[in-house]
């Protein structure tokens, strides 16, 4: 078995509600259209509470600035790591580097979306993502896609270049669950979603997420329910046989 992250950053659930692609993908799958994201409800500290199952006041980033672990926490990769699994990630917003130590991932590839374009980066990081996944067996897989945020910040949440965003990120998903061989097990998800041109607050337009697990482990069309984003740490552990680390504070879809 295998598995797969994908973040599609800022994504909120009303945008994905009758999008043909993603209403496609959550017939086959269980899912929910009220996860919650941690605060504050911004990118870096939601992923890192993503990786490392705790919440920013925990794992002490609370910005888009990464601050080193005053007591560190195991994330995803490294609890991976230790128990003789691998992984990769794909991603084309800079900050992500930070969420895994560099020795518990086999292969990385990064593409700038602030030099290339959020939506080309979105297609070639895909493509990449393809390649390698139907080439080299990974146990654990990251992907991050960008272009949602990039276009909610510049145009507005929920605009017609915002939706946009979400028609090339289920585009590209659904080529990469296509291309995968059949015992991928994968996540789609966000970190946050926004209102306006921003994000950061309590507010449910920032906070609630969608959450859409894909795969022969999940039951089509069953309701996760209210979850967490600090549940999928637990989850990809759980799907791959390994304990979860002992501070983690998420449960698994599984449970």
């Known amino acids: 078995m295998k598995t797969l992250v994908i973040i599609v950053?800022?994504?909120?659930?009303?945008?994905?509600?009758?999008?043909?692609?993603?209403?496609k993908i959550m017939k086959e799958s269980a899912y929910t259209l009220n996860a919650r994201t941690v605060m504050p409800s911004v990118t870096l500290p939601c992923h890192m509470s993503l990786f490392h199952s705790v919440d920013p006041s925990r794992h002490g980033t609370t910005t888009n600035t990464y601050m080193p672990q005053v007591r560190?926490?195991?994330?995803?990769?490294?609890?991976?790591?230790?128990?003789?699994?691998?992984?990769?990630?794909?991603?084309?917003?800079?900050e992500i580097r930070d969420l895994a130590r560099p020795n518990s991932i086999v292969h990385a590839y990064f593409v700038k979306g602030r030099v290339y374009g959020y939506e080309d980066a979105n297609n070639r990081i895909t493509a990449a993502a393809i390649d390698y996944l139907t080439h080299y067996d990974v146990d654990f897989t990251f992907l991050y896609l960008g272009f949602t945020d990039m276009a909610g910040h510049q145009h507005g949440w929920m605009s017609p270049e915002y939706m946009h965003a979400i028609d090339n990120s289920f585009e590209n998903i659904e080529k990469l669950i296509c291309a995968l061989p059949v015992d991928y097990q994968v996540i789609i998800t966000a970190d946050h979603g926004g209102h306006d041109?921003?994000?950061?607050?309590?507010?449910?337009?920032?906070?609630?997420?969608?959450?859409?697990?894909?795969?022969?482990?999940?039951?089509?069309?069953?309701?996760?329910?209210?979850?967490?984003?600090?549940?999928?740490?637990?989850?990809?552990?759980?799907?791959?046989?390994?304990?979860?680390?002992?501070?983690?504070?998420?449960?698994?879809?599984?449970?």
């Open 72 to 94: 560190p926490i195991n994330g995803i990769c490294e609890t991976l790591f230790a128990a003789g699994k691998t992984c990769a990630i794909f991603y084309n917003w800079e």
């Open 197 to 255: 041109r921003t994000h950061g607050t309590e507010l449910d337009e920032d906070m609630v997420i969608p959450m859409i697990c894909h795969g022969s482990a999940f039951t089509a069309g069953a309701d996760l329910g209210i979850v967490s984003i600090k549940d999928v740490a637990p989850t990809i552990t759980a799907l791959l046989g390994v304990k979860p680390d002992e501070e983690w504070e998420g449960k698994s879809f599984l449970a």
């Open 9 to 23: 950053d800022g994504m909120r659930p009303d945008a994905i509600a009758d999008h043909p692609i993603a209403k």
